[in-house]
T-cell receptor
Framework: DTGVSQDPRHKITKRGQNVTFRCDPI?????LYWYRQTLGQGPEFLTY????????KSRLLSDRFSAERPKGSFSTLEIQRTEQGDSAMYLC???????????FGDGTRLSIL | GEDVEQSLFLSVREGDSSVINCTYT??????LYWYKQEPGAGLQLLTY?????DMKQDQRLTVLLNKKDKHLSLRIADTQTGDSAIYFC????????????FGQGTELSVKP
């Protein structure tokens, strides 16, 4: 049973660079969620997809952030012109439906130098 | 807006029971979840309870829900050192598209 997979696990980049993360959900899951977790805090919702449609974006998601799920399978999260405040763990989760348990990947830890 | 609160730390002796508490504000919550996070890792789903239930038991884990007081607890029986981790309470509502609202997490420390 393959769980949620995220790549890369760690990303170190200089301020101002663009970064892209990938999430591969559990194969039969139609819902895919992105969360951000900073040190000492619980995860905060960023955005979610049902199949390929992006249905909601949090106010946390500035216009430097964009997410896609082009074929309703894997998803990418891109951050343009990274800032120090973007340093966090980016978590992806998937579920089969809206009120079904979400299963999380191991996250991508982003560090901005 | 919705809010979920947890105490930050809990320390127990190996073999004792641990009880981690959580309060939430959204009365339309449909599911409440407990996740476990070990250092540098993602979140592992431990258990969850539907809002029309009072209790759910799963091996060493017991979840109690008091919907009137909006209080959720997770009891871990016979706590082991491998249970040391951060435990997150989360709620979701069908009105919110199923997104999860998390508490700040409770760091459980199990001493031998």
């Amino acid at each position: 049973d393959t769980g949620v997979s995220q790549d890369p696990r760690h990303k170190i980049t200089k301020r101002g660079q663009n970064v892209t993360f990938r999430c591969d959900p559990i194969s039969e899951h139609n819902r895919l969620y992105w969360y951000r977790q900073t040190l000492g805090q619980g995860p905060e919702f960023l955005t979610y997809f049902q199949n390929e449609a992006q249905l909601e974006k949090s106010r946390l998601l500035s216009d430097r952030f964009s997410a896609e799920r082009p074929k309703g399978s894997f998803s990418t999260l891109e951050i343009q012109r990274t800032e120090q405040g973007d340093s966090a763990m980016y978590l992806c989760a998937s579920s089969y439906g809206s009120n079904q348990p979400q299963h999380f990947g191991d996250g991508t830890r982003l560090s901005i130098l | 807006g919705e809010d979920v609160e947890q105490s930050l730390f809990l320390s127990v002796r190996e073999g004792d029971s641990s009880v981690i508490n959580c309060t939430y504000t959204d009365s339309s919550s449909t599911y409440l979840y407990w996740y476990k996070q070990e250092p540098g890792a993602g979140l592992q789903l431990l258990t969850y309870i539907f809002s029309n239930m009072d209790m759910k038991q799963d091996q060493r884990l017991t979840v109690l829900l008091n919907k009137k007081d909006k209080h959720l607890s997770l009891r871990i029986a016979d706590t082991q050192t491998g249970d040391s981790a951060i435990y997150f309470c989360a709620e979701s509502s069908g009105n919110q598209g199923g997104k999860l609202i998390f508490g700040q997490g409770t760091e459980l420390s199990v001493k031998p």
